[in-house]
Structure formats: structure tokens, C-alpha cells
């Protein structure tokens, strides 16, 4: 007796055996109930769904001696013929072979003539895609007007391959991907039946492998038990397959998240030594990445992560330990180096090397952390915090100066010679050329040292020279003897260009002593306020505790302490801290964490004492400004007040008088 393999074994026979397709059985049981039966069926899908299953089930009901019913009895005549592919009513064509117009002519002629014993002649055509053009177009008009004892069932896994003259004549019927769960369960009522012992582990792997196919899924199930006889483990399963069972796959995917690419790179050459598929690994891993993503976002739901339960907590683990972004960019990666690794000549190199690039990607910075180095960036820039030294971010935008010689160190800076001079106008003759000339507005380029100041003949317009350390308020330089052929300028007023160069005076020309002149007194030293003073200055309300608090924060908990830099504290006591942010806020979203909260708390407790209550919420009710906001706005007033002074220097309005066609514009950082 010849053997007959589980596919064919536990073929289905009627539609309640069908698994997965239920929209299709429960439409056809209608569709013959109550007589609406189409002339053409054109049944799409993937491969080992059920399409051929289908259509001989549909001949079977239709054909039936109880029928037409959509419980075929399996036992009188045609049911049985039809069940052995014998029927003589029921032809079963292969379109990959009989894909010719003559072969389409030869089955038109027999059409005419009645079915010699069963209600309907059916026509079931496989792989209806793979005919020719003339064979499709012989078929059209009998497709359109079949004689009424005819009846076409086509069925292909490539629909976009079938005209549509083809298609409008039939009514389409789209089979679907089995579910997993599905497939597990009928391959657990299949081994009961062949008195076969298999692991959850094993039976997941027939799963996968399957892919939504019940067919493939009893073809690897026929194979592994040829291989493992009549009990079933996963590793011996995968090793029968030839593929890396899930111990090994996962722990190269904790190896990844950790950063471990010596692990990696092991588990690589452990699969060359094995001579397994190195693309099925890393789809595999993908596949891990993918559900672990699942579980670290939606929890443990057995209907969106199909796998073993002792296998779903192991990856629930693993997820828990690592951040949602970090597991998205890791599938991401993963993702990228399947298609490496395919393309590639050497796919066993390219995944080695691809996973080593994925470990030892740096890891992520949290977003508070990235928007306080922002602030304080942009403090350095608008002169709200320290000075920008080398190698700083103000550094980068325009590089220090040469500090001042020792005599004037704190005073007002002396300013370079102009390598070019246009004159403005000029009421007298000339001065005589000197060593050195002043220049009202210096050139914005950085010299190594300072020039003294002498007296020009007529006057230029340049640009100020940048100062190292900007100061909020400016010191005039002392003034020397004006030149004769020139208009004093009152030294009292300031001419500041840019925010950094408060702090440096001009000082009317003079005609070039004979000895250099005595340097001026030193200006007293000014101190660019922290963002806590800042804040002090510029919001008398806001409660000097808070500050405190803050300050606290920032000591070990930096990205934290700019989170609530922009809260309003409205209660800041031993009893109670309550911090209001406005509805929707970013900052009010990582204020009110869990972890946040408790920070909190500790710094609350170790600056006011005792065990105040900690409250983080929306719209609590305050008028007071946060922090954050009373430092901007102590950054724009201190802005357009060096604005204000800029515009309103002397020489600044000379050089607007003298380009009243253009729009002078003085711009301030």
C-alpha cells in the first residue's frame, strides 16, 4: 500500500474542516442554500490556503446526491470520485502546461455535451495565470455565456497576471494567511492523530517556517517526522531544518541591545561552523526585535506576539530592560541588514560586520538632556550665562580673542587700525599720516593684539571688533585731546555693535602723543549672572526656596533641573512644593513621572527640611512666572537696551546721515 503524505492525508472535506477561510465557506454554503450560484469562481491567494482544496469541494457540493448542498456526504459515488481526482465530470486542467489556444478550442468542444452522470460539468483550471494571451481571449465568450450544465472554477496565486476581461466574468473569492494560532492548532490535532509527542518550542518553529501556509506546514512537519521520529524538541527540530534554534537567536538579540559585539560576532561564527542559513538568522532576529517592540509597547497579548508562553516572558523580559526607542531602532537596523546580507557575496561577512555596527551604535540622549545643553548654548550666545571660552559652543561661532595687556585688563578694549580708509567728508586739510588710527567701529576680524588708539584724518566707518567676555553694561574709555580737524564726540555714550561688545567704549580721535598715554583706570570687573541669578533679577516672585531647589536638582540631576526650570512654582514651602505647567506642556509630561517626582521630593526635603508634599499638575493656578521664563525675559530687555544704545551713538547716526539712501541696520547677537 503506497503511502500517502499528511497533506493529502488530512486534506479537508467539507467546509466546517476548512481552517482560516471561513468568509470563503460561509459565502459558498449561502451562495448553494439558497440557489445563487455563480457560472465562474476565480479563487486568489497564497500558496496552500486552500484554493484546489476549495474548488473540489465546491464540485462535490454542487454534484452531490444529496445536492446541490453545502454538506456534501463524502459517501455516494460522485463524492468519492471527486475526493480521488477520478470524476469524468469533474476535469482538473493545469494551466502551466495546457496554457495553449488549441488546447482551449479542444476543451470548448466537449462543453456543449451534458455531464454523463453528475448535475454540473466543472471546470477547475490551476494556475490560471500561467495561459497566453490567445488562450485567455479564446475563453472570453464562453466564460461570458457557459451553457447552463458548466461551471468554471479558476484558481491562481498571481492575480495581477490574469487579464481583466478574465476577472469581470468571475466572482473573486480572496483566500488569506492562515493564522499562526490556527496552524499550531491543527498541527497539534494532526500529531494526536499520528501519535506523535512534540514541544510548544518545536511547534512554533513548524509555525514560522509555514509562514500562513497550511500546506507547507504539513510538508515541514512531514519531514521533521522522518527526522525526529515520534518525539519533537525545538533544537532537534531546528536542527533538522537547519536553522539556529530561539535560544541562540535570542540571546545574540540581548547580546545586541547590550552593546556586546564580541557576543555577536561569536554567534555569527557559530552559524558558519554549523553551516546554517545565515538570511534565515537574521529574519529571525527581526522577527525577535519585532515582538519584543510588541511587548515593551502593548504588554503581554498572546494575539499579537504568537509564540510559547515560557518564550513570550523570556522576550518580555528582555524589552523591559531597554528603552522603546532603542528596540525600534534596532528593528530598524535589523530591518536594513536583511537586505545587506542578501544582496550580498558574502552574507555570513555581512551580517557579522552589520551586527557589530548595530552594538556599538552610541546610546540615545534623553530629550531634556539635549534641550538643556540647547539653553545653555543659546545663554553663552545672547550673554545670558557664562562666557564662551575655547573649545566651547560660543567658541565654535567665533573664536576668543587675545586677552588685553595688563594696565588696561577689565577696562575698555582699544581698538585696531582699519587696514583701508574712505573718508566721509572733510571741512580743512588733511592730517598728516600717523603710526596708528583709530577706528570708531573696528573690523569684525580678530587681531592678535590690540592697537592704541590714535587720531584718523577723516572719519571711517567699520565694524566692531569682537570682545572674548561680553559684559551687560558699557565703561567708556578715557577720552585723548581731540584732533583739529575733527568734531569731538562726548565720551560718555557707548557704541556697542554687538551684544558681546557691551562694555566697550569709544573715545574721540586724537592727534598720536608723543609718548603712549597713560592707560585708564580699570573698570570694576562684572559678573555675568548663572541662570539661578538671572532668574532672581529678572522675577521678584519667584521664591528664592525654588531656586534653591533647583540648584539642588541641577547638582546630580542636570537634565531634571531644566525640566522645572520651566514650571511655575506656586507654593514652595515645608509643607508643600506645587509646580504648575501649562495644558499639554512637554516639560509638565517629564515633570509628572514617577521618577521625576521623587527626585524632587529628595532635593525638596534636603533644602526645606521636614517631608513636603510634592505636587506636579496643569494649570494649578499661579502668577507667577517659571524660571525659564523670567530668564528670556531678562534676555530681551537686556537686548534692546544694547540695541537702544547702538542706535542712539553719535557716529552710528553720522553714518545713517551720510547712507540716507539705505537702510542702516545694526545688528545685534
Wanted: hydrophobic content about 40%.
Amino acid at each position: 500500500m503506497s503511502y500517502t503524505v499528511l497533506a493529502r492525508k488530512y486534506r479537508s472535506q467539507t467546509f466546517a474542516d476548512m481552517v482560516g477561510q471561513e468568509h470563503i465557506s460561509r459565502t459558498l454554503g449561502n451562495a448553494i442554500k439558497s440557489g445563487r450560484i455563480a457560472h465562474a469562481f476565480l479563487f486568489t491567494g497564497a500558496r496552500g490556503v486552500g484554493k484546489t482544496t476549495t474548488a473540489r469541494l465546491l464540485a462535490k457540493a454542487l454534484n452531490c446526491e444529496n445536492g446541490p448542498t453545502p454538506e456534501p456526504c463524502n459517501a455516494c459515488d460522485p463524492c468519492r470520485e471527486i475526493t480521488n481526482g477520478v470524476d469524468m465530470d469533474v476535469l482538473e486542467i493545469d494551466g502551466a502546461s495546457n496554457n495553449s489556444v488549441d488546447d482551449v478550442r479542444r476543451l470548448q468542444e466537449s462543453l456543449p455535451y451534458r455531464p454523463s452522470r453528475d448535475r454540473f460539468k466543472v471546470v477547475i483550471v490551476d494556475e490560471v495565470h500561467m495561459l497566453s494571451t490567445g488562450a485567455f481571449n479564446a475563453f472570453l465568450k464562453t466564460l461570458e455565456e457557459p451553457p447552463p450544465h458548466v461551471k468554471f472554477i479558476f484558481a491562481t496565486t498571481e492575480i495581477h497576471k490574469v487579464p481583466i476581461t478574465i476577472r469581470s466574468r468571475c466572482q473573486r473569492h480572496d483566500f488569506r494567511l492562515i493564522p499562526h494560532s490556527l496552524v499550531a492548532k491543527h498541527v497539534r490535532w494532526i500529531l494526536a492523530q499520528e501519535n506523535v509527542s512534540a514541544d510548544e518550542e518545536a511547534i512554533a518553529i513548524v509555525v514560522r517556517e509555514a509562514g500562513g501556509s497550511m500546506r507547507d506546514a504539513l510538508t515541514v512537519l512531514e519531514q521533521l517526522l522522518a527526522f525526529g521520529g515520534d518525539n519533537l524538541s525545538g533544537q532537534e527540530v531546528a536542527r533538522g531544518l537547519g536553522i539556529a534554534d530561539q535560544q541562540s537567536v535570542l540571546a545574540t538579540a540581548r547580546a545586541l541591545l547590550d552593546g556586546d559585539a564580541a557576543a555577536c560576532v561569536r554567534a555569527v561564527a557559530a552559524l558558519g561552523e554549523q553551516g546554517l542559513d545565515v538570511t534565515h538568522f537574521a529574519r529571525e532576529l527581526l522577527w525577535l526585535a519585532r515582538d519584543m517592540v510588541v511587548l515593551r509597547v502593548v504588554g503581554d497579548d498572546e494575539r499579537l506576539v504568537d509564540r510559547p508562553a515560557e518564550e513570550r516572558s523570556a522576550l518580555a523580559k528582555v524589552a523591559a530592560e531597554h528603552a522603546p526607542q532603542q528596540l525600534e531602532r534596532t528593528f530598524s537596523g535589523l530591518s536594513k541588514l536583511i537586505d545587506e546580507a542578501a544582496e550580498s557575496a558574502t552574507p555570513q561577512l555581512a551580517l557579522e560586520m552589520g551586527l557589530v555596527r548595530l552594538a556599538d551604535r552610541p546610546p540615545l540622549q534623553p530629550l531634556a538632556a539635549l534641550l538643556e545643553r540647547l539653553h545653555a548654548l543659546e545663554a553663552r550666545l545672547l550673554g545670558g550665562g557664562p562666557s564662551a571660552g575655547p573649545g566651547s559652543g560660543g567658541g565654535a561661532r567665533r573664536p576668543p580673542l587675545p586677552p588685553p595687556s595688563a594696565p588696561t585688563r577689565g577696562a575698555a578694549r582699544e581698538l585696531r587700525e582699519p587696514p583701508r580708509e574712505q573718508p566721509i567728508a572733510s571741512s580743512g586739510p588733511p592730517s598728516p599720516p600717523v603710526a596708528s588710527t583709530p577706528s570708531p567701529i573696528a573690523s569684525p576680524t580678530p587681531t592678535p593684539s590690540p592697537s592704541p588708539i590714535a587720531s584718523p584724518s577723516p572719519s571711517p566707518i567699520a565694524s566692531p571688533s569682537p570682545s572674548p567676555t561680553p559684559s551687560p553694561s558699557p565703561s567708556p574709555i578715557a577720552s585723548p585731546t581731540p584732533s583739529p580737524n575733527r568734531n569731538p564726540i562726548p565720551t560718555s555714550t557707548p557704541i556697542p555693535a554687538r551684544a558681546s561688545d557691551v562694555g566697550a567704549g569709544l573715545t574721540p580721535p586724537s592727534s598720536p602723543p608723543a609718548t603712549p598715554p597713560p592707560a585708564a583706570a580699570p573698570a570694576a570687573p562684572t559678573t555675568t549672572p548663572t541662570s539661578t541669578s538671572a532668574a532672581d533679577a529678572g522675577s521678584d516672585e519667584v521664591p528664592k526656596a525654588w531656586h534653591d531647589i533647583l540648584g539642588a536638582l541641577r547638582a546630580n540631576l542636570p537634565a531634571l533641573g531644566a525640566v522645572l526650570e520651566h514650571g511655575v512654582p506656586v507654593q514652595v514651602d515645608s509643607t508643600c512644593v506645587r509646580v504648575s505647567f501649562p495644558d499639554g506642556s512637554f516639560f509638565g509630561r517629564q515633570a509628572t513621572t514617577k521618577q521625576a517626582r521623587e527626585a524632587l521630593a529628595e532635593a525638596a526635603r534636603r533644602v526645606l527640611g521636614g517631608e513636603p508634599k510634592i505636587e506636579v499638575g496643569y494649570n494649578l493656578g499661579s502668577a507667577r512666572a517659571s524660571v525659564a521664563a523670567a530668564q528670556a525675559a531678562q534676555k530681551k530687555e537686556r537686548r534692546n537696551e544694547v540695541e537702544k544704545a547702538a542706535r542712539n551713538h553719535p557716529r552710528v547716526k553720522d553714518a545713517m546721515d551720510v547712507f540716507e539712501e539705505h537702510e542702516v541696520q545694526v545688528e545685534v547677537e
